[in-house]
Every structure is written in C-alpha cells, then in structure tokens.
C-alpha cells in the first residue's frame, strides 16, 4: 500500500483481500461536505478498490449518502451544497475545474434508493445513456447494447418480449434491475447504489444482491445500505460512518467480527443507532 | 320583513342548538350511562331541524301572504320550532346524532354542486331550443356549410364557414404565439431561474392575466392594429385596419399567463428523481429538460394548451374592437375577419325581437361554440386521463 501519508489518520482496508486484484479506484483525502451552514461531512479520507464492493454503513444523517452522492458529483443539483478536500477517480481530481461533469458521471453511473424508471418504454430506458453519449452508431448496434445491458442486469429473459412496454410497469425489483441496466449501458466503470433495495421485498432484494455480486466481477461497487445484513452479504469492505465522520473501513469479514473500535461494535451489535 | 324572517331562523337555529345540546347533556348521569355522540352534536342536530323547518315554513309563509306580510316571519318561528321539536325529542342516550347530522351535511354538499352542474344543463337546453326554432327557418345544412353571412342583408344567409374560419385564424395566430413563448417562459421558471427569480416572475406573469380582456380589446385596435397597419404599408402589404393578426397577437398575449402558469406547475410536478437518474447518466441539463422532464410533462402540457385554446375561441372582447364586423372567408392573417363570438355580441347588443332568424342565429352560433369548446375540454381531460400514471 503505497497511499500518500497524510497528517489525517488515513483510514484504508485493514487487510485488503480485494486489493489483489487491483490500486485504489476512487480516493479521498481530507474531504469536508457543508450543506449552507451545517456541515455534514468532516474531514474523510478513504481509498475504494477497484472490482470489489464496499458497503457504507452508519445510522441515517450520519453522510454516508451524502459522501456516495459526491464521488459523481450529484451534489451539484443541490445549490448550498459545498465539497472541499480531494476526491480522486483514477487519479483524476473530479472536482478540478476543468473536468467535465458530464464525461465523470458516464465514468461512475448510479443506482437509486426508489427505482427511477423513465416514463419512456424499457428499451428507449436502457438506450437513453447510449444514445446522448453517442455510443453506438447505428441502430443494430444500439439494439446490441441494450441486449448486453439487460443480459448483465438479468433483466433480459424477463423482458426480451415486451421491449416496448412502459419501464414504469414492472414490478419494483424488475424496475431496479432496468435501472442497473441503465446505468451498465453506458460502460461505466464506478457503480454507486444508493440502498437499491430499501423499496423492495425480501425476493428482489435477493435477485439483486446477487446481480451485485456478479457485477463485482467487472466494476467498483460502492452501496450504501441500512442492513447489515446486506452488507454482510454482498461487500468485501465495510466503512461505518457516525456523525459525519468515516469510523472505520476494513475488510467486511473483520468488521463484523472483530471491529476495532468501539462505537462500529455497538453499531453492528445493535447498541445504539 | 325579509331580514327579520331570516335574522329570527338564525335565532331558532341557535336556541335549538342551545336546547339539544344542553338536553343531551342532561342525559348524562354520573355513573357510566355515556352519550353515543358528543352533546354538540346533538345542538348542531336539532338546529338543522329548525333551520330546515323555519325556511320551509317561511317559503309557504311568503307564497301565501306575500313577502311584505307580518305572517311571514311568523312562519318561519313556527315552522323552526315544528322542525326543531321532534329532532330535540329524538335525543337520548344511544340516539346517533353524529351520523345523522354528518348525513345532513352531505346532503348539503350534494345540493351546492348539484345547482352548478343544474344550471349548466339549463343553460345548453335553453340555448338548444333557441337553436332549434333557429333550425325552423334556416336549414342546418346551410348554416353549417354556407359560406357567405349576412344577417341583416337582403336576402339574409346564415353561412357559418366565415366566422369559423375566421374564429379558427386568430385562434392559430394566437396560439403561435403564445404557444412557444408560454412553454419556454415555463421551461426558464420551472428549471433555470433561481428560487428568488421564479417568486418575483411568476407573479408579474400573472398579472398579465389580470388585465381586463376589454383594456387588451383598445390596446390591439389602438395600438397594435395601426402598428402592424403601418409596418406592413412600408413593406408593401395591403393592411386592413382592423386585422386578424391584431387581434390574433393581443389574444396570445392574453394567453401566455395561462400556459406559461400551468406549465410550471405541470414541469414543477415532474419527480426530482427523475431528473436525478438522467444527471446520473451523464445527460446535461438541456437533454434532461427535452428528453425526460418534457416527455413526462407532455400530457399536462398539452392540456394546458387545450385549455388556452378554448379561452381564445370563447374570448370576445378583443375580437369585437380589433378584428372588425366582416365576414371574409380568407386566410390572409392581414385581412379584417370576424369570429363566432363577435358576431354573436353584434347580433344581441341594443334591443331585439326574439323571432326573427337574425337574433336566433345567435343562439346557433352560441350553441356551435358551446359544442366546440366542450369538445376541447373533453379532448384535454381525455390526454390528461390517458398519460397520468405515466410517472409515478
């Protein structure tokens, strides 16, 4: 681990299984998140590995949201946001004035706590980030990455029949997997999820989980989610966020086992939160 | 007499309400017997009943002796009294007040939307027979498919294609011209303008709606109409004085507040997450706007610009000082053009016989716009109806 020395105790994986594979995907140093007055962020440093899942944790208003909100700079829709600090995507500073939002947010794609669906039918959801970035050139093609898309969300054996059909009316898990498909139809290499499963049954959520897990081959999963369980389930690395600040970030196994400080073991056990 | 009448059933109602209430109470003994329903439901029981009863009385009374009689008022404490007392009488412990006087309630909700949607049928009937004696001396046929009008000519004709066409016209130019700077000036509220600019524009786009239709009405046959007369000259165009693009341009202008209020709020309606699933992908804000926001607002949209269009055809005042009198069958925007309403205005203004086929072409014309505009409106809920769940 060659991460930077900082002044700040720089939290990173306390034995990173998942790095084997890969550096660090998406770094942050350093990074203060105020909304108006009230800051709701202090001082996070983190170093996400590629092809790996990490799960934030924390209870609510603790800025696990808000910190999975800035690495694709979505913040910026909310005009009294601020970021200061580093975050880093492949080395690239993303808040550098020069970066194009536009090309970042093709670069890490996100998922959303409600399925958000456009009211447009399932293929033309899937084809709507090919088609403004220009991804294919010609309708063949576009039919292409719509079958891949919906192929990786699972999504595909569900659906191959009714294309033409409204996005709004499948069923809440169907409707998460289209907009997984959605965001995996741009080639993104970052997916952030934003508790994907908090409006699904137990059945979706596992269909889900799944896809997540299968998704870990190719991308860097960062998923913010209120069940520990869940957390347990699908992510190699845990953070556990408390009162804007990053607690703890290690290897999952571990977290959940043998925490190293006190405030994730009375979380994770349930003593507060 | 009539205030007394209606000052002494107030008074009844309230000592019903005293009475009934404090019966009730009474019922109350302080081991456990409990009302079913509080004691002021009983009051408020009771003094419908005397309400009831002290207005019927009190109609009876002023058919019977006359408005102006002492006996009218009299009526009215009788018949609320007779209302209220087997109401009182009815109280006890078990008796369900509550429900009873919530039933009343409901019954007069009922009757308040039940007058509007009466004298709206009234309204289509008493024109409908107007037109049917019309139908007596002028053929349908050639009403609905003559192309010349002239009511007061010799021999009169009753063609309706002109003011159709010519209603159609100005509605088109107005339309035009509302129509994009309605929706952009929307588009600009709804996702540009800051929080503090939308509270200041939106106000002052609204109070162009307030501008009574008749001040529009001198401001295009005034200003307007010699404006685009004299422009056109310098370019070489012959101008009627009166024109229908005058009027066509006042009468968008009119509109603008319509569609540009609407469709903010429709814009407005359209989920933040949404919007936030095509930031996520990548999209900028203008793709966001015309390719999400916009598609999910259509159905809103569209039925705004149908609800403008129904108020451009109904609209009068503008038309009768700025568009002129002549029935031209033309789709020359600068030529003079008259419209269904205009007509309709000129034929009934001053005093009238009601037999002659001149004043009950009006009616047909009414009738024809009626039939028109609820067409409209029912196109309008139709589209809203058929795309609502669309998001969700």
Redesign the interface.
Known sequence: MNAPVHHQTLVTPAHPKALASGQFKVTARDVDVYYGEKQAIKDLSIDIPDRSVSAFIGPSGCGKSTFLRCI?R?ND?I?TCRVTGDIKVDGNDIYDPNID??????KV??V?Q?P?????SIYENVA??PR??GLATNKTELDEIVEKSLRKAGLWEEVKDRLQH?G?GLSGGQQQRL?IA??IA?NPEVILMDEPCSALDPIATARIEELIDELRQNYCIVIVTHSMQQAARVSQLTAFFHLGTLVEYGDTDEMFTAPQEKRTQDYITGRFG | MFVWTVLLIVLMAVIAYWAGRTHAAGLVTAGGARLHSLPSYHGLFTAAGAMIGGLALAIAGALVFGAQSFFTPVAAVLGAAIGAAPLYARSSLDFRARNNFERIVLVLLIACSGVAILTTIGIVFSVLFETLVFFRSVSPIEFLFGTHWSPTGTPASFGFIPLLAGTLLITVIAIAVAGPLGLFSAIFMAEYA?PRLRTFLKPVLEILAGIPTVVLGFFAALTVAPLIRGSGEAMGFSVASESALAAGLVMGMMIVPLISSLSDDIINAV?Q????????????KS?TIK??VL??ALPGIVSAFMLAISRAVGETMIVVMAAGLAANLTANPLAAVTTITVQIATLLVGDQEFDSPKTLSAFALGFVLFFFTLVLNYIALRIVQKYR????
Do not use: W
């Open positions: 694709n979505m829709t005009p939002v536009v090309q970042l947010r093709a794609g996100m959303f409600k958000n669906p456009f009211p447009k709507y980030g403004i970035h409204p709004t907009c959605r965001a741009v | 800051s989920p997450t949404l919007r936030d699933g095509s930031y996520a992908m990548g999209a900028t793709e390719k999400v598609p999910a769940e669309q998001y969700d």
